[in-house]
DNA sequence: TATTATTTTTAGATTAGCTTAAAATTATTG
DNA sequence: CAATAATTTTAAGCTAATCTAAAAATAATA
């Protein structure tokens, strides 16, 4: 039991993935942009989440979350994707409509409930965009993945993990048929734009674009 | 869509549960009671809900739906029931831990979402506490029941509803091992408190007083 | 029916979470 | 390294949803 606001937790969340990326600190900037706020909501929040232990916080220099603020934050993403997992795999959504809805269950306040849930879904270990979901304990089984973008040309690859907040990026995959777990090998990368030419599952040929394939993510065979 | 806040769907769903009892009609001091607020904050908040057209309030007289407050009151008990079902029949959670969670389930937003557990839980007609399940489009098969209360002596009849928003109302069923769809037949009650003797299905003789009784729905058979 | 009791509303305040505009700090660059 | 640009914070203010205390309206009763 937190008994935190939802918004607390969304900020708790969005500190705990932009700093995935960084070294743990982020900018007020970078969450303001995240959050769609002004910069000036997010100082005042940072202030009162500092004030409840839940971040550090450094003015003029960046935010971290503290040992708790990460743990609830951890909750909250293991929440977000056992709902994710529930949507698509049991009452059948497609993937680009469960990351909506889940942000609204993520702030289901029961802690019988997310481990009843887990227990259901047979202790799923990624969710429906290929996102480790966090045990009960905290654990996070990290994926060794790799971005696209930096993946070797004519070396076969796995589509592992995708960007699930966009809707319209899980719709153009859709569209194009690409899946986890297809097989991908770069075969071509156009030196202008970065655009690339892949092979999917050894037989289709197709496009895609740098701005793409930065929101995948492929390990090795 | 109705885009209200979880304050507002509560608000419409009382309304509507406390107007069954009365003409539809009810009393600022009861709404208070109910939401556990002050008179005076239900009285701000009927001012509001008056302005956006969902109640019609009268000063000093007493509040009651519009067409369109009853509509949202009724999706609100829906999405409600829908969920305790599937936290009881799914998730296997007793019926006296299913209230407080789904009073936070109801107010996730997403018709979809609804119309999808529905089908997933195979369309039931009634919940857990043997509450009528609205339908899509917030048709609701009213149970003919009587208050235990009411009964007849000596008559034979089923449980087939309980109040569902106390706990402790409920794992006292529990401990006496009284379920829904049970026989009940009162055989002797006492004048002074009202207290019964009932038996239950045909076999075990147990006491109830008048307040439980007055927490229980049974249809003759 | 006049007085008293109860219910309901109004008035004024508070808190969380947001905003914009201005001020302060830090980063960039000629 | 000083001027300028970008980022961040502070200041002031707003709305939804709550509160308490006082005033007003309605209901009960002697
Ligand atoms: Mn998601
Ligand atoms: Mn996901
Ligand atoms: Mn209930
Ligand atoms: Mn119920």
Redo the contacts with the bound molecule.
Sequence with gaps: MNN?????E??LKYIYQLGETQNGIV??????YK??????????????LSDKKLVS???????SLTKIGQQIAIQVMRKHRLWETFLAKNLKFTWDKIHEIAEQLEHIQSDELVDKMDEYLGYPKFDPHGDPIPDKHGNILVPNVICLTDAKLKKLYILQNVNDDSASFLKYLNKIQLQLNDKIKIIEKEEFDETMLIIVNDKRQITISNDAAQNMFVKSV
Tied chains: 1, 2.
Excluded: F, P
């Excluded at 959050?35 to 009162?48: G, P």
């Design positions: 935190l606001s939802a918004v607390e969304n900020y900018k007020t900037n970078d969450l303001a959050l769609e706020h002004s910069a000036a909501s997010v100082t005042d929040m940072l202030k009162r916080y450094k003015k003029y220099y960046g935010v």
